[in-house]
T-cell receptor, first 114, second 115 residues
Framework: AQSVTQLDSQVPVFEEAPVELRCNYSSSVSVYLFWYVQYPNQGLQLLLKYLSGSTLVKGINGFEAEFNKSQTSFHLRKPSVHISDTAEYFCAVSVDSGYSTLTFGKGTMLLVSP | KAGVTQTPRYLIKTRGQQVTLSCSPISGHRSVSWYQQTPGQGLQFLFEYFSETQRNKGNFPGRFSGRQFSNSRSEMNVSTLELGDSALYLC??????????????FGPGTRLLVL
């Protein structure tokens, strides 16, 4: 079975600073990787996904992530954060077993302060 | 195009009662998945429906059930509610729900509080 570990439950950062949210996965088969964001009292919104090809994936709102197969990681980065980026971020995997069921990490709360 | 909608948004029930939550997928999407989100367990997959049939199921007790209608709208039911069922229940839709590459689109969720 696959699993996802998000190494930080909370990441505090100042506005305009860079940020990296870490995600590691475990799977015995090929995986597809996703980052979702959840704003307060809202559902999940897809930020970006890695399916194949270039290991650097660009998403919405200036976020990007890099797939590293040898380290089984898919860290999310943004060079300069805004107050509005304050939200919970979830890393998820889907395995190539047929269904598009997602296995999520526990989430990382990004707290951006002025 | 309207997104995934869920009703009601908030619900308060007492132990032992049952509850029904509703989800309307994006137009044209035929797969509906349900997830439970709690602070302790995070986001966990409940089940997935396609063409009125349950195709995939997570590791939840039989008190959790669902169904899908011919218009792809889905309901989930929880019987004999327990305090631990308090959670945010998220619904997600996709075109076919088949294939790891397909993106799932999430609704805003129904927040259930069991007293």
């Amino acid at each position: 079975a696959q699993s996802v570990t998000q190494l930080d439950s909370q990441v505090p950062v100042f506005e305009e600073a860079p940020v990296e949210l870490r995600c590691n996965y475990s799977s015995s088969v090929s995986v597809y990787l996703f980052w979702y964001v959840q704003y307060p009292n809202q559902g999940l919104q897809l930020l970006l996904k890695y399916l194949s090809g270039s290991t650097l994936v660009k998403g919405i709102n200036g976020f990007e992530a890099e797939f590293n197969k040898s380290q089984t990681s898919f860290h999310l980065r943004k060079p300069s954060v805004h107050i509005s980026d304050t939200a919970e971020y979830f890393c998820a995997v889907s395995v190539d077993s047929g269904y598009s069921t997602l296995t999520f990490g526990k989430g990382t709360m990004l707290l951006v302060s002025p | 195009k309207a997104g995934v909608t869920q009703t009601p948004r908030y619900l308060i029930k007492t132990r032992g009662q049952q509850v029904t939550l509703s989800c309307s997928p994006i137009s044209g999407h035929r797969s509906v998945s349900w997830y439970q989100q709690t602070p302790g367990q995070g986001l966990q997959f409940l089940f997935e429906y396609f063409s009125e049939t349950q195709r995939n199921k997570g590791n939840f007790p039989g008190r959790f059930s669902g169904r899908q209608f011919s218009n792809s709208r889905s309901e989930m039911n929880v019987s004999t509610l327990e305090l631990g069922d308090s959670a945010l229940y998220l619904c997600a839709s996709s075109f076919t729900g088949f294939g790891a590459q397909e993106t799932q689109y999430f609704g805003p969720g129904t927040r259930l509080l069991v007293l």
